[in-house]
């Protein structure tokens, strides 16, 4: 199967959100109460079909705070037809997500995110790929989330940490940012 990657961030259309809501319904991928709309402006690349030039696969990011960086990267998620899964497509899609998102930024006064970070859900991946370095998509291992899934990430060749993100102390706790092996002082 031959496929194109169509890169539409920040270039959502109302015929490509009526098309995207089309494809997720079509393939069970909303949960429950989800705003297709929303989920659409989220969207990088769009995968489709060649033969028919259907969506057959989308890949999508929320810039957020990682607070143990303490630095804005993209979360990334991807969905694939289930048709269309083990075709080799995951590696494509994830370049041509980072070759747009790096492009974004380099536009940009001040880059919106330094690169991208991935919670790995797939086990056939873990299984297959267990390498603390992807060469291949250029992302790295740093630990394991709180569900106990491999976490990586992936930094925008030539581009410097942004000054640290102040979080908050009770938000800090939550998302266990103490380092690891160092207990945290008490204050009396």
């Known amino acids: 199967m031959a496929y194109q990657y169509q890169t539409v961030w920040k270039q959502i259309t109302p015929e490509l959100i009526t ?26 690349i769009v995968m489709r079909d ?13 810039a957020r705070v990682v607070p143990r960086l303490r630095q804005v990267l993209y979360y990334y998620r991807t969905f694939c037809a289930e048709k269309h899964r083990r075709n080799n ?4 899609i994830m370049q041509a997500t ?18 991208i970070i991935v919670e790995i859900e797939s086990t056939y991946i873990n299984q297959r790929y267990p390498e603390a370095f992807w060469p291949a998509t250029m992302f790295s291992f740093i630990g394991y989330s709180p569900r106990g899934l491999p976490v990586r ?7 410097k940490l942004q000054p640290p993100v102040r979080i908050a102390r009770a938000q800090g706790r939550a998302a266990g940012a103490a ?3 160092r207990p ?5």
């Not at 497509?89 to 494509?92: E, Q, R």
């Not at 747009?100 to 919106?112: F, T, V």
Request: charge should be neutral; proline fraction near 8%.
């Open 19 to 44: 098309e995207l809501t089309d494809f997720w319904v079509r393939e069970n991928a909303l949960p429950k109460g989800a705003q297709p709309a929303r989920r659409a402006e989220q969207v990088v």
């Open 50 to 62: 060649d033969a028919d030039g259907s969506i057959v696969a989308v890949s999508s990011v929320i």
């Open 89 to 92: 497509t995951s590696i494509p």
């Open 98 to 115: 980072q070759t747009a998102l790096r492009d974004y930024n380099l536009g940009l006064p001040k880059p919106e995110a330094i690169g």
């Open 153 to 159: 990430v992936h930094y925008f060749t030539d581009f």
């Open 179 to 181: 380092p690891a092996g």
């Open 184 to 188: 945290r002082r008490r204050t009396n």
